[in-house]
């Protein structure tokens, strides 16, 4: 039995744990031990209603769970765990979690995202984490990193190496493949309809209008982009503290810029199927799904040297390009190379290359390196 606790179901974790237990790939339990919270950059709750259901076994902790970390181990102790993975050693609550389980042998592994380059290491504050985490991890039987930067933080910090399970962000590519190309076979009608040319090229971003995701960068290239193409339009998807920079900014690019707002996930296909590009320019994200989701659309990526995901996912001149984080001038140079090397290839090939970009990066790998730990336990 492997028993992975997390704060809230996500859209990315959700569909793989569907998809485990109706394929009976291996015995799983899900503990949930927060309720889902309000977003404080958008103002709102995550709308991730694609979700339709939760077939595989799972439970919210109660509120005096939350309180007792003994309660919570007593109950996982029923299922008879060979593997705990927890997310994260924040909050306190999965800390003490993971202490209880050791305290009663069983094998406890920590998944976590943090990069070295995403974390405040030096100094005085720097030493002291250090020497805390290195510690901390010392007490877990396995990491169970989302990428191979986040298991380079773990030995970085680390004194004592432990065995290495990827357990990616990961998400559910043969949905976003489908409802794209549905979008994309009636591409020029849905242009149409935002008023745009039927030949329009299309840069999407998708994200949070925060300094930490950075969408003005990306206007200002857009800006400098679209004086020299004119056939560019720029979809700005998104919400947070910013809006009123954001649509100050875009107001003298008058109709070559739309701003759908916040939207929900069975909505997010739409735009990735209308996209000739996805432009995801954050500055300080460990991660970035939504360059998974991009390429799971068959849509190349343009990312900042700041987004995690670009670094392990990108294949530079072949699915995207990368680009100096914050910096106007290298994402306008990145978006000239791109359309450059796009041209020479043929769009349905392009496609292709996005798909298998992610082939290292499916919910079947994952499912495999769950055996694995599993067997070896």
């Known amino acids: 039995m492997l028993v992975i606790v997390q704060d809230v179901p996500t859209q990315f974790d959700v569909p793989l744990y569907n998809k485990i237990a109706r394929e009976g790939a291996l015995p799983i339990n899900i503990v949930y031990t927060h309720a889902a919270s309000t977003d404080v950059e958008i103002g709102q709750s995550p709308r991730w209603d694609h979700i339709k259901e939760h077939a595989y076994p799972h439970r919210f902790l109660t509120e005096s769970e939350r309180r007792d970390a003994r309660e919570v181990v007593r109950a996982i102790m029923q299922d008879n765990p060979q593997h705990v993975v927890i997310s994260g050693y924040w909050p306190k609550l999965h800390r003490d979690i993971m202490r209880q389980l050791k305290a009663q042998n069983v094998s406890v592994g920590l998944r976590s995202d943090n990069t070295i380059q995403h974390s405040r290491?030096?100094?005085?504050?720097?030493?002291v984490k250090r020497q805390y985490l290195s510690r901390l991890l010392a007490k877990y039987d396995a990491w169970h990193p989302v990428g191979h930067q986040a298991a380079d933080y773990l030995a970085h910090v680390s004194s004592q190496p432990r065995p290495v399970h990827l357990f990616p962000y990961n998400i559910d590519r043969?949905?976003?493949?489908?409802?794209?190309?549905?979008i994309r076979a009636e591409r020029e009608a849905h242009l149409s309809?935002?008023?745009?040319?039927?030949?329009?090229?299309?840069?999407?971003?998708i994200m949070k209008w925060s300094a930490r995701e950075d969408?003005?960068?990306?206007?200002?290239?857009?800006?400098?982009?679209?004086?020299?193409?004119?056939?560019?339009?720029?979809?700005?998807?998104?919400?947070g503290p910013l809006r009123d920079k954001v649509k100050t900014e875009v107001q003298r690019l008058h109709k070559t810029v739309t701003t759908p707002g916040y939207v929900s996930y069975s909505g997010l296909p739409f735009?990735?199927?209308l996209a000739d590009v996805f432009v995801h320019p954050a500055p300080g994200e460990p991660w970035g799904v939504s360059v998974s989701e991009a390429l799971a659309s068959g849509v190349p990526v343009i990312a900042s040297t700041g987004v995690g995901a670009a670094q392990e996912q990108?294949?530079?001149?072949?699915?995207?390009?990368?680009?100096?984080?914050?910096?106007?001038?290298?994402?306008?140079?990145a978006l000239q190379r791109w359309q450059s090397s796009a041209?020479?290839?043929?769009?349905?090939?392009?496609?292709?290359?996005?798909?298998?970009?992610?082939?290292?990066?499916?919910?079947?790998?994952?499912?495999?390196?769950?055996?694995?730990?599993?067997?070896?336990?």
């Open 215 to 239: 969408p003005i960068t990306l206007i200002h290239a857009f800006e400098r982009y679209q004086q020299l193409h004119a056939r560019a339009r720029l979809v700005l998807v998104g919400d």
């Open 193 to 205: 309809q935002l008023g745009w040319p039927t030949d329009s090229y299309v840069v999407l971003g």
């Open 121 to 127: 290491l030096s100094g005085l504050r720097g030493v």
């Open 271 to 273: 735009w990735y199927g």
């Open 343 to 377: 041209k020479a290839v043929d769009a349905t090939e392009l496609r292709e290359r996005c798909f298998s970009g992610l082939d290292s990066w499916c919910y079947e790998q994952t499912i495999q390196m769950f055996q694995r730990v599993l067997s070896h336990v």
């Open 314 to 333: 990108i294949t530079p001149t072949m699915t995207g390009e990368i680009f100096a984080q914050c910096d106007v001038e290298s994402l306008f140079q």
């Open 174 to 182: 043969d949905w976003f493949r489908h409802h794209a190309g549905q």
